[in-house]
């Protein structure tokens, strides 16, 4: 159920990735759809499930943006990992808490991508913080809202932890 | 044997180190095909094939709309086009009307004045406000009178032939008796033999030609002018055409007349100052 949840929210985000770079071409600056999902996703405590969603998720971004290919699939890994790291061991939820993990997520992924360009490439993100802000405010707020929206509509925690992983 | 609790947790992070490594590995590469050329691997394309659906989507459903958003403003911005364009054609329309009606006005006028000038003597214009053609006694009312110089009996003609006479005068008004009342009377010529007669209204819409012999040459279709015998009206007028010639029951002829002028169509009318025969010279005419 998890994993369809997952399929449908990639579906939803890449649709939102296309529409936006079709309507609005540098929305994908100020705000990260990929990340919400995979934090939705990692926040259930699954560490293995966490950096496969990572993976795919981020080589989906990757494929359909001009970005190194993997760039995106590395960041959101580490993302991943560290929302699921934190959940398996302390048991997070309310949208304040989604909330927390979701901010964090951004700024880890927007500094593990400025280092890889880095080291990479040897280039240099224009105005890195101000970019930074901006996509951390309104990934954040657009975040909560789906959160809350799931929890009005589902009619049940969207976060799925009740089984913590024992092993793989 | 179970493994300890604190070996488990070790074993994601291990693959979680992995999976990092391959995806350095696959950024790497990645990086050295763009230097190389090639802008996408094909684990790339693999990706991009799986899921491009969505994208495909995305663009033919936004394009739909994008087409009928834009098809909906064309279609608004069409109708308001044809509501302005009707109403510059209902415009135009109007204005053409009234061109079309000066157009008219000028060649009428022209024709008049062109006609006016054909007299010696003095003329003037004047239009006709009143028309009273349906009872016996035929007369139209005209909008000048003394004060412009419009005297009783001054000739009253248009482009087409002879009207009447003046009949009486007020200062800014004057009235004339119609060539087809049956009190009028109009000394007459027939162009083609120059026999001369009297016309008079027969009270309908036409009039007759008296006093012509039996013996005269007059047909059907033969032009009646002014005789200008009768001191008021100039030679040469047109008054009409013979419809009918005919013996008559003494010893004239029974001559019909159609007058030249259409009496209910008439607008403006030059009004001929006619030469008045002194007092002296009329006491002593037969």
């Given at each position: 159920m998890r994993w369809l949840r997952f399929v449908i929210g990639l579906l939803i985000a890449l649709t939102l990735h296309s529409l936006l770079d079709s309507f609005f071409p540098n929305a994908l600056a100020f705000f990260n759809p990929y990340v919400i999902l995979v934090v939705y996703y990692s926040m259930g405590g699954n560490i293995l499930g966490a950096i496969i969603a990572g993976v795919i998720a981020g080589l989906v971004q990757d494929a359909f943006s001009g970005a190194i290919f993997g760039l995106h699939a590395f960041s959101l890994t580490v993302c991943a990992y560290a929302v699921a790291y934190v959940n398996s061991r302390l048991v997070l939820r309310g949208t304040l808490a989604f909330g927390a993990c979701l901010g964090g997520a951004v700024v880890v992924n927007e500094l593990v991508i400025y280092i890889l360009i880095n080291v990479l490439l040897k280039q240099k993100i224009e105005m890195f913080e101000q970019g930074l802000i901006v996509k951390t405010i309104f990934t954040l707020l657009f975040g909560m809202l789906v959160y809350q929206l799931l929890l009005l509509f589902l009619r049940e925690e969207p976060i799925d932890a009740t089984q913590r992983p024992t092993g793989w | 044997m179970a493994a300890p609790a604190d070996v488990i947790p070790r074993r994601p992070t291990l693959l979680f180190v992995v999976v990092l490594a391959l995806l350095f590995v696959l950024m790497s590469l990645s990086t050295r095909t763009r230097y190389i050329g090639e802008t996408r691997t094909m684990f790339e394309r693999t990706v991009m094939m799986i899921f491009s659906p969505v994208p495909k989507l995305v663009n033919w459903v936004g394009g739909a709309a994008s087409d009928m958003y834009h098809g909906y403003l064309d279609m608004r911005r069409s109708v308001a086009e044809n509501n302005e364009l009707h109403r510059k054609v209902a415009d135009l329309a109007t204005e053409n009307l009234k061109l079309r009606q000066s157009e008219t006005d000028l060649r009428r006028l022209r024709s008049l004045l062109g006609y006016s000038e054909e007299f010696a003597m003095q003329t003037s214009m004047a239009e006709a406000i009143m028309l009273d053609t349906s009872s016996r006694f035929k007369s139209i009312i005209l909008d000048r009178g003394s004060n412009a110089g419009v005297d009783v009996n001054d000739a009253v003609v248009n482009a087409n032939g002879l009207i009447g006479r003046v009949v009486l005068t007020t200062k800014d008004m004057s009235k004339v008796q119609l060539v087809?009342?049956?009190n009028s009377s109009v000394g007459a010529?027939?162009?083609?033999?120059?026999r001369q007669g009297v016309i008079r209204g027969d009270g309908g819409t036409g009039a007759q030609l008296y006093d012509?012999?039996?013996?005269?040459d007059v047909q059907a279709g033969d032009t009646v002018l002014t005789a200008g015998i009768d001191g008021i009206y100039p030679k040469g007028i047109p008054i009409g055409t013979v419809t009918k010639a005919e013996k008559g029951q003494e010893l004239f002829k029974l001559i019909r007349i159609k007058p030249a002028v259409d009496f209910s169509t008439v607008e403006e009318v030059i009004i001929i100052h006619t030469r008045k025969i002194p007092n002296a010279i009329v006491r002593y005419a037969p």
């Open positions: - | 087809i009342d049956s010529l027939v162009e083609r033999t120059r012509v012999p039996s013996l005269a």
